[in-house]
């Protein structure tokens, strides 16, 4: 089946599935059973080999999983195999949260530059990675290649922040701006919306009273 086809909710349990195979070989195991995994995911377990079935035959029947195989198989699906390079648009609160965030780099996702706007904050180094103006956007990408573009800039801001990354080449933007941008069909955009997580989760708080 073509990747494009694959439901995004898939894509989704993959990356959990991945975090809990980690955990797991953290704590030195070597084999799960799909009950077992599915269990630990909060899926079931004919939802879990149906989200692996998408891109082939894995386990053993009666014996399980290999651990260590399944993680590398979903990790070359998911293709966080490789190492990812980014570039921050917005060196604000949440960005240099984000340039702070330990786990992104052990995870393959690495910032190699930031942008702003604000006279204050270019110059500054942050976790290794140098703040520049957004004006050097593109003699920064020629210099350190990147594909994704994170946005975290105010939403009055993003849109325009999206194209100058479109147009600069870069095909994946995580935008956590609180607004819907507008891309090209070749241009993967993944929106994160934080306030609608807190939307969410007052609607469910209310039904607690």
Not at 106 to 130: L, P, T
Request: glycine share 8%; net charge neutral.
């Amino acid at each position: 089946m073509a990747e494009f086809k694959i439901p995004g909710i898939t894509v989704y349990r993959l990356a959990l599935y991945a975090r809990t195979l980690e955990k797991l070989l953290e704590e030195g195991r070597d084999l799960i059973s799909s009950e077992e995994l599915a269990r630990e995911c909060g899926v079931n377990s004919a939802q879990l080999r149906k989200d692996l079935s998408y891109f082939g035959q894995f386990g053993v029947r009666g014996v399980g999983y290999s651990i260590p195989g399944l993680l590398k198989h979903i990790r070359r699906i998911l293709g966080t195999e490789r190492e990812w390079f980014m570039v921050l648009m917005g060196a604000g609160h949440l960005g240099q949260a984000l340039l702070n965030y330990e786990f992104l780099p052990k995870r393959g996702f690495k910032f190699v530059a930031a942008f702003d706007v604000d006279e204050e904050k270019i110059g500054r180094v942050i976790n290794d990675v140098y703040i520049y103006h957004v004006n050097q956007l593109s003699w920064v990408l020629r210099e350190h290649p990147a594909e994704i573009g994170v946005i975290a800039t105010p939403a009055s801001a993003a849109q325009e922040v999206a194209d100058l990354l479109i147009e600069n080449k870069i095909k994946g933007i995580l935008n956590f701006a609180p607004v819907r941008i507008k891309h090209p069909p070749n241009v993967v955009v993944e929106n994160s919306d934080l306030t609608i997580l807190f939307d969410k989760l007052a609607f469910y708080l209310k039904r607690l009273d």
